[in-house]
């Protein structure tokens, strides 16, 4: 479609043309004759087949601005004021000519004379439908100070994309230089985005009264997973606005672009960690198990879609403990290489199939670039999907590669893992976060959260806590939808039919079984049972059964046994609906009468579907003192789902641990005594604390109801009706970890009640504040150097009085002016401390005035004027 344009683009023209434009204004004024009776005009010209158009005169008051507006008339006469002592009268005669062109005369008339010089009028013209018009005035006393055209709408999409990635999608510009002639008021653009098509995508509401709108010239979507080819058409509409409000919205355009959606192969890497530490408390086993109930759930979800999808798994361990120049250990290796589903679901059942045992150190960055490469080595990379998957219970102490730059100091040779990355092209191509998301599960306590977190971040993956490992398995959902995008559905004890299970032994005896339902919409239905909590064996099978109106009946699928688990799928699920929701129950056992034990905690249930539900948060990480927004985008492929009940809960941190960390007295110790994976002194000083304070995990609170949330409530609402469902959290005030719970409940497009269950989990830091951290700056006596001394000490604090805590000197920088730093004259590594302070000793002369400039977890603290401290003043900024 052409860009609408005017010409010419100067104001004060004789004559005017618009092209291709359904709605244009301009501004003139008018200077009439002194006396009663004086005249000028204009004539506006359009092809007859032209329909629907209406028109408006506005009179702009010269001295007050005020405005008068009245619809002009096909055949007429106006009074502008309709009213008054002083008016002016407008006559339209609307004609055809020259067999097919619309003719409209406007001729003002002065009624009563002493006219002011240039009284402004404003001319709006619409139609349904993009038009040329011509627009041409009577002589110079009619001078054109403005006009405009409607905006420019172009949309660049791709012809086809793949599932699963984040799409840009692009606007044009919507002013070009032939939006305008004159000098308009100050105009802005808005885009609003819309989309048809059978695939839900979250980030665009798709509600006309609300739309998806972005003051830039793009939107970022992220495209949802497909079975098989989706066509989809975007649409966008461009409108104009002012800061007055005078135009807003009536200069628009719009357009669409097509685009197929299609399947993409998926390249998954299991990266266990397996060292000493992971034999603790069944970490190892539990970490093998979630590792086998994704293989058969994503088996489940890609079972004859065609896209050559690959599992990898590797384990990580190092017989050298510290850093060190290279190579990487040999025991990192794959213990399955990149294998098709199905024949990698074959292996893992094997129960022949090895994983090993949990052995020595920790090198959490040689684990990983071994997944890089094996990624980066397996062929071309072409439309593939990559992604990685770490399960690891503690911090780094040995490798090449380390992910604290801190770890990689030149003394040992060891490399940074930005480094180890930025060195290879190939990597750097797998790791592209369009391509790869990395999500990192940290087990027990002593994980390092935040550098994993941080991991997680960069690439769009999960991050997640398990204190217990047991929980590993809940945390499977979470990694499932960043691999195929699914949902959890609620389970409950009692049956979803609303009637009683006709299986049910007599009260108070009860079946032990786990019921959910599922609406006619849903592809595909995938479910996992694992060991229940203490155990990692799972014995005898499963049965999964189908109401029919008066029955539970067994439904007929195949399902997968490893020894920790039983999986099974049903697809092309509408078939089985046939437009009704299905209500299904789950036992373990081969039926009623054998049924054993089963806690719905076991139970891992997830649909692939239409209609899909996600959480967003408004920024990938938090800092002590923030707030956290949330939005649940609940979409039935491209219509917004309105009137759902979203309610949350919300697991977090009671206290910080860089503030147990700092106020920690006595010796550290091992978690591990005598294992020969050696515990960082960060892992001795949590696992002393555990100890003193007699945990188990740093203690967590699991808040719920009225409270929750800045409006007193647990709930998050769609006040727009948009499908957006928001509400603010207030209270961060410790670091940690927090996962979110999201409990969604309504009825789809068709009147089927659903239910979904979400999960997002986000790592909050401290937020050091310039005013609340503590500096001291004591002079040092007799310093063997025989230079001026000083020691400063720093203890970063946020607002609250949270402390930074140990263990963060790659976040606290120190820059010196005039001075020296001791440990960099004795060429020994800069000082650590265990209290939650940060320390240097300055070297000085008598003719020096050293300062100092401390960076805490990136923010500036003020400048340290060493001499004025020692004298006991404060510093001057």
């Known amino acids: 479609m052409p860009d609408p344009i005017i ?38 010209q359009y092809a007859d087949t032209v329909t629907g158009v209406t028109s408006s005169l506005t009179h702009i008051d010269a001295g007050t601005g005020a405005r008068i507006t009245q619809q002009l008339p096909a055949n007429g006469t106006l009074f502008v004021p309709p009213t008054g002592t002083h008016q002016y009268q407008i006559d339209v005669v609307t004609e055809t000519i020259q067999g097919d062109t619309v003719n409209v005369g406007v001729t003002f008339t002065d009624l009563n004379g002493g006219v002011v010089d240039g009284e402004l009028w404003e001319l709006r013209v619409s139609t349904g439908a993009p038009a040329d018009w011509s627009l041409g005035f009577s002589s110079e006393n009619v001078k054109v100070q403005w006009a405009a055209v409607n905006p420019v709408a172009t949309l660049n999409v791709p012809a086809t994309a793949v599932e699963l990635q984040n799409l840009d999608l692009h606007a044009g510009l919507a002013m070009s230089d032939k939006t305008f002639a004159g000098t308009p008021p100050g105009f802005t653009a808005k885009y609003d985005w819309s989309y048809t098509g059978a695939a839900p995508i979250t980030a665009i509401s798709n509600n006309p009264t609300e739309p998806t709108e972005t003051d830039g010239t793009t939107l970022t979507v992220n495209l949802p997973s497909v079975y098989e080819q989706v066509p989809i058409q975007f649409g966008l509409n461009v409108k104009l606005t002012d800061t007055a409000g005078l135009y807003t919205g009536f200069l628009h355009n719009s357009t669409t672009a097509p685009m197929t959606i299609t399947q993409r192969r998926k390249d998954i890497v299991f990266v266990l960690d397996r060292s000493g530490s992971m034999a603790l408390e069944n970490r190892f086993e539990n970490a093998k198990i979630a590792s086998r109930v994704l293989v058969h759930l994503i088996n489940g979800l890609l079972t004859g879609v065609g896209t050559d999808d690959r599992v990898a798994i590797v384990a990580f361990e190092d017989e050298i403990a510290g850093f060190r120049a290279g190579p990487p250990s040999g025991r990192i290796v794959a213990l399955l290489p990149l294998t098709p589903l199905d024949d990698a679901l074959k292996a893992i059942n094997n129960p022949a199939f090895d994983f090993g045992a949990p052995g020595t150190n920790t090198p959490i960055g040689d684990g990983l670039i071994f997944a890089i490469d094996l990624l980066g080595n397996a062929g071309p990379i072409t439309d593939q999907r990559f992604s990685i998957i770490m399960f690891t219970d503690g911090q780094e102490n040995s490798g090449h590669v380390a992910l604290v730059p801190a770890s990689a100091t030149p003394a040992n040779g060891a490399i940074s893992f930005h480094d180890a990355v930025n060195s290879s092209s190939l990597r750097q191509a797998v790791l592209d976060p369009k391509r790869c998301s990395l999500s990192a599960i940290a087990l027990g306590p002593s994980a390092d959260q935040n550098v994993l977190s941080k991991l997680s971040e960069f690439n769009g993956g999960v991050f997640a806590l398990a204190n217990d490992p047991s929980e590993l398995t809940q945390h499977v959902g979470d990694i499932l939808a960043d691999v195929q995008k699914v949902n959890a559905v609620t389970k409950a004890t009692t049956p979803t039919t609303g009637v009683p299970d006709p299986d049910a032994p007599p009260a108070p005896a009860v079946l032990p079984a786990v019921y959910f339902s599922t609406e006619p919409s849903v592809d595909r239905l995938v479910l996992a049972v694992t060991p229940k909590a203490g155990t990692t064996v799972f014995t005898d099978t499963i049965q999964l059964s189908r109401w029919d109106g008066a029955s539970f009946q067994p439904f007929p699928v195949e399902i997968q046994e490893t020894q920790s688990d039983r999986a099974l799928s049903v697809a092309q699920l509408p078939a089985v609906a046939k437009g009704k929701k299905i209500d299904w129950r789950l036992i373990h056992g081969t039926g009623p009468s054998t049924a054993e034990e089963l806690d719905p905690s076991q139970v891992l249930v ?3 579907l239409h209609l899909l539900a996600d959480v967003v948060l408004d920024k990938p990480s938090y800092l002590t003192g923030d707030r956290m927004v949330l939005t649940v985008r609940v979409r039935q492929d491209d219509q917004p789902i309105r009137g759902a009940t979203v309610t949350a809960t919300l697991d977090a941190p009671t206290v910080g641990l860089g503030q147990q960390l700092t106020a920690l007295t006595g010796a550290a110790s091992s978690s591990v005594a005598g294992s020969l994976d050696k515990p960082t002194w960060m892992e001795q000083r949590i696992g002393a604390l555990l100890t003193k304070q007699q945990w188990k995990t740093l203690p967590r609170t699991c808040h719920g109801g009225s409270g929750l949330f800045v409006d007193g409530t647990n709930g998050l609402f769609d006040p727009d009706g948009d499908g957006n469902y928001t509400n603010t959290f207030a209270k961060v005030f410790k670091e940690g970890t927090y996962v979110w719970h999201l409990s969604v409940a309504g009825t789809d497009l068709n009147g089927n009640p659903f239910t979904r269950e979400l999960t997002i989990t986000t790592f909050v830091r401290v937020k050091v504040d310039p005013k609340a951290t503590k500096i001291t700056v004591t002079r040092i006596a007799h310093d063997p150097s025989g230079m001026l001394a000083a020691q400063v000490v720093v203890l970063p604090q946020d607002k609250r009085g949270e402390d930074l805590g140990p263990g963060k000197d790659d976040e606290v920088i120190f820059a010196l002016r ?30 020096q005035r050293p300062t100092l400039k401390v960076s805490a977890a990136g923010v500036l603290l003020p400048t340290i004027d060493i001499r004025r401290r020692l004298l006991g003043f404060e510093d001057d900024d």
């Open 606 to 608: 997830y649909l692939d």
């Open 818 to 847: 005039d001075g020296a730093f001791q440990h960099v004259v004795n060429h020994q590594p800069a000082p650590v401390q265990t209290d939650g302070t940060y320390q240097r000793v300055i070297l000085f002369t008598n003719r």
């Open 7 to 44: 010409d010419p683009t100067t104001g004060g023209a004789a004559a005017y043309t618009m092209s291709d434009t359904s709605a244009f204004v301009t501004v003139f004024s008018v200077a009439l004759q002194a006396g009663g009776g004086s005249q000028e005009s204009f004539t506006l």
